[in-house]
């Protein structure tokens, strides 16, 4: 039987937390890493909104979940292992989890109620567990090399440990968990190949709109927006798909949406972070925006933020110009001037 | 051969390994303008106004984290550079409320300058933090919310480098706000570093030019002004002369230009701390008093046992500090000898330090119903004022301070850095105990145990026979490692402040290890040229000392108590 790092490596299993980075490495990088102590941490702090698949995965399968999570410990030797769990899904599944892991080297860990969305940033959640201000550490070091307590540490997501379990079972066929959530009949989680199309998602799942429309995918937040002729792509990030109507969202509620979340999300340790958001939230809030200054802003925050959260803000208000307000009268002259 | 070079602008540049892009490109005179960035911390790369464009890097990177790597690219003042460090610099000004009319920040203001630099409108943006308190932290120190950019230095000094803990982060993004913390275990020592370390003036001194000026304009009153050793060669900085340059003459100069009825040297009254300090520490050796002894002149240290170990109180010297004992020569001494009411006579101390302030203010230090010193400056608030008063001091003629107290030894100036108090302190020992015909030659004269920037300095000296161990506290963070070993000293000397008062909260920004380093030299050269370098030798201080026995001053003047502090 293959060694399991191999099997990881031959399934091209990439993270499932939004940043995609291919699993094999990580867990390698750990496991050669030379220390006395080593971790692992399962992050399940799910923050954005729109996704709800490691809920999902604790509901139906928490047993397969602690399996992938036992066999990183066996395999890369960690010390222990924490989950680090959402208040919510801890409120509603540590009862069942705690039983799973006695005799385990696997411990729950709530995330502290003011960690919100950054929380599940690897080093804001290393931060969280170290019991410091929960924000984003500079890179590097890595995790892998100094995670933990200074211990290398690997952190996955739910999903990746579910799917290594399957792994290691043989019984991975190159699935994922979608949500899809928004303006549609059956929202929930559902499980598709890798590769599957949003379009044939949400036909399968007996979602496809028969309204116009537009989706966000692989994140609620910071996923990109697409319209309803870009559907022939895969969905990417956390597997997230959002429908919304056109005709009952207006543009400015839907970007201050976004806004809002971000602004309160912002670590606040950086100036185009902290500042920006609150920006363009003000921006937006006014009866004649300053569209000029708004996208100054949203360009200078991908060029200077401090961490990924700042570096997405643009990825959904820009595509959602792009791909859908562009034959919106209302917008047209904004396009113009600002040269999207 | 490792090839070390780096192009900025399309030039080559070496590098050392290590090296950020910003250190570079400063060092070969290329500007890129900083607001978090301290030598003092480890990078915190927040403020994002360093960026810089490095060759093919995603985002813009910020060079004072980036480090040099061979065949690096960078373009420092690029379209796409400039923008977005103009954005996030009218950004930060949104957040930090203008207060230029009064802020004695406004001739050295990076803000402004980068805003002139970048042909910035200040506001772009309504102001965010209008609606933010001033936290006041005793008569000393301050934190002005509406003005701070959330750079966080604040924090580093007050927890990595003094290891007070006191300031912490509440809040998270916008909300966030760097306040007193909550707990009622700790406490402000009032040392300044946080404001030394304010990119902007959020954190600073609690400012009392403005009394002073009141004061000067009132007839009826003799305006003194006595400024302390360290000051003389660190102000120098803030009117371009080099770190360490001597400048007490200009300095002297300056204080009459802006008109103070007369001026005295505060390193006069070092010397008299001196006497009254090795006096008691050789009764304290000979009656078996409560050892070690430890010196006082350091409000910073004096507030740090007052709050965290009272138990410390009975080893304080009960010497007053320098300052104190030259406010109160003046209000007494030199009143008498000058015929006027001490009640007409307001004394100004220029400090180093922002706990000078609150020292000053304490009501114990009162004689007969008068406290010795009305108003304490900060090195800043001068700058500042000679500034304002359009004074050109490179160009002053030179003058010195008056006399009698003006009068002093190279022993007296040394209290300005770590280890200065000890060194004097010890010289007047040893003459007292081998009579005035030791002989002191320069090795027998310098100290160089107590010398130097380590965090703890230990050593033993031998006085007329008796082996001294001495340790000196170059830090309020590091008394902590003596504490528990006490019992293995006889005289400890503390400073507050990381390389003593050349290094103080008040004291022109930047201030660095490195700045210090030359500050420091700058003192050790004014004691070399010295004609006379033991305060026992000082005949004016010992006169004056004599006339307060006479006096039956000697106690209200020279002496001082200290208090377990529980607020
Ligand atoms: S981009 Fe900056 S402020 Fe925003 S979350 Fe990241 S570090 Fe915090
Ligand atoms: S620091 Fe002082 S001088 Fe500079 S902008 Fe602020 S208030 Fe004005
Ligand atoms: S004055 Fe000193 S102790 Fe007080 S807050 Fe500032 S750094 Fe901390
Ligand atoms: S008070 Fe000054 S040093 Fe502290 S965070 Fe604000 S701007 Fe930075
Ligand atoms: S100086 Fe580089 S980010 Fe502040």
Redesign the interface.
């Known amino acids: 039987m293959a060694k399991l790092l191999d099997k990881i490596k031959k399934a091209e299993l990439v993270g499932k937390g939004g940043a995609c980075f291919p699993t094999f490495s990580k867990w390698q990088a750990v496991k050669n890493a030379k220390a006395d102590k080593k971790y692992i941490v399962c992050n399940c702090s799910e923050g954005e909104p729109d996704v709800k698949k490691d809920g999902y995965i604790l509901e139906h399968f928490p047993e397969k979940l602690i399996d992938g999570i036992n066999l990183a410990v066996k395999e890369i030797k960690a010390d222990k292992a924490y989950i680090f769990i959402n208040e919510a899904y801890y409120k509603k599944y540590s009862t069942k989890l705690l039983g799973l892991i006695v005799d385990t080297k696997i411990e729950l860990f709530k995330k502290p109620h003011v960690g919100g969305y950054i929380a599940g940033e690897e080093s804001s959640l290393i931060n969280a567990i170290e019991g410091s201000r929960i924000e984003p550490n500079r890179k590097p070091p890595y995790p892998s090399d100094s995670g933990l307590w200074g211990a290398p540490t690997l952190i996955n997501n739910v999903e990746t440990f579910y799917d290594v379990s399957l792994i290691n079972s043989d019984a991975y066929n190159k699935n994922r968990f979608y949500t899809v959530a928004g303006d549609c009949v059956w929202p929930g989680v559902y499980e598709f190949s890798n590769d599957q199309t949003i379009g044939d998602i949400l036909v399968e799942s007996k979602n496809y709109p028969k309204f116009d429309f537009f989706v966000q995918v692989g994140g609620g937040a910071s996923g990109e927006v697409l319209n309803s002729n870009q559907l022939d792509r895969e969905v990417g990030g956390s597997g997230s798909i959002t429908v919304y109507s056109i005709e009952k969202h207006k543009p400015i509620d839907v970007i201050r949406n976004w806004l809002n979340f971000f602004m309160n999300e912002s670590c606040g340790q950086c100036t185009p972070c902290r500042e920006g958001t609150y920006r363009l939230h003000e921006i937006i809030n006014q009866n004649k925006p300053n569209w000029h200054m708004f996208f100054a802003i949203l360009e200078d925050l991908p060029e200077t933020s401090f961490c990924a959260l700042g570096i997405s803000v643009p990825v959904p208000i820009i595509s959602y110009f792009k791909n859908v307000l562009k034959d919106n009268q209302e917008f047209s002259s904004i396009f113009v001037e600002n040269n999207i | 051969m490792l090839n070390n070079k780096i192009k900025i602008n399309n030039k080559e540049y070496d590098f050392n390994e290590g090296e950020t892009v910003l250190s570079v490109a400063t060092r070969n005179g290329i500007q890129i303008p900083t607001l978090c960035d301290h030598p003092d911390f480890s ?7 360093c ?1 810089v464009e490095i060759k093919g890097e995603h ?2 990177s ?1 060079s004072c ?1 980036a480090k040099a790597k061979p065949g690096m690219e960078i373009q420092t003042n690029s379209d ?1 550079v400039e ?2 460090r103009g ?2 610099l009218e ?2 000004f ?2 930090h409320i203008e207060k230029c009319a009064t802020c004695i920040w406004r001739f050295e203001c990076k803000l402004l300058k980068y805003a002139k630099d970048y042909n910035l409108l200040i506001n ?3 102001d ?1 933090k209008g609606k933010r308190p001033v936290y006041r932290f005793k008569n000393a120190v301050e934190l002005d919310s509406s003005q701070c ?2 750079c966080r230095n604040c924090v580093d000094a007050c927890s990595v480098l003094q290891g007070i803990d006191y300031l912490e ?1 509440k ?6 706000e760097v306040v007193p913390t909550a707990d009622v275990r700790k406490h402000c020592i009032l040392c300044g570093q946080c404001a030394l370390h304010c990119p902007v003036s959020a954190a600073q001194e609690q400012p009392n030019w403005q009394d002073v000026e009141r004061e000067m304009k009132n007839d009826k009153k003799i305006v003194v002004v006595q400024f302390a050793p360290s000051i003389r060669v660190s102000i120098g900085e803030d009117f371009g002369f080099d770190h360490g340059e001597i400048v007490t003459e200009k300095l002297v100069s300056s204080l009459r230009e802006l008109g103070f009825d007369y001026v005295f040297d505060v390193s006069f009254a070092a010397d008299i701390t001196t006497l009254v300090e090795a006096g008691e520490l050789l009764e304290r050796i000979e009656k078996k008093g409560v050892m070690p002894m430890m010196t006082s002149c350091c409000p910073g240290w004096v507030n740090y046992v007052e709050y965290y170990n009272p138990e410390l109180i009975p080893n304080l010297t009960t010497s007053r500090s320098p300052q104190i004992h030259g406010g109160g020569v003046i209000k007494t001494y030199w009143a008498k000898k000058m015929n006027v009411d001490p009640k007409n006579i307001v004394v100004v101390s220029i400090m180093p330090c922002t706990a000078k302030k609150y020292e000053a203010s304490r009501e114990e230090m009162a004689i007969n119903n008068i406290l010795p010193v009305d108003y304490v400056l900060t090195t800043r608030e001068l700058s500042f004022m000679i500034k304002k008063n359009n004074i050109n001091f490179a160009n002053l003629k030179e003058s010195k301070a008056d006399n009698p107290l003006g009068d002093y030894t190279g022993a007296g100036v040394i209290f300005g850095g770590s280890g200065g108090v000890m060194e004097s302190a010890l010289r007047t020992a040893q003459y007292v105990l081998e009579g005035p015909k030791a002989k002191l030659t320069k090795k027998r004269l310098e100290f160089n145990g107590v010398r130097g920037l380590e965090d703890v300095k230990e050593t033993v000296v031998t006085i007329a026979g008796k082996d001294l161990r001495i340790g000196v506290v170059n830090g309020i963070k590091h008394i902590k490692e003596l504490i528990p070993r006490l019992n293995e000293f006889d005289y400890i000397e503390v400073m507050t402040c990381p390389g003593g008062c050349i290094g103080g909260g008040g004291q022109p920004i930047p201030t660095s290890k490195e700045i210090v380093k030359k500050r420091i030299a700058g003192l050790y050269r004014d004691d070399t040229n010295s004609k006379i370098r033991v305060s026992a030798q000082n005949e004016s201080a010992k006169e004056i000392v004599e006339w307060l026995e006479d006096n039956k001053l000697t106690h209200k003047t020279l002496h001082t108590k200290y208090f377990k502090n529980l607020d």
Do not use: P
């Open positions: 990078v915190k790369e927040n403020c994002r106004v960026v985002g813009l910020t984290s796409r923008k977005s954005l996030n950004m930060i949104a957040e772009t943006f309504s965010r950019i959330d982060i809040g998270k993004g916008r909300n966030q």
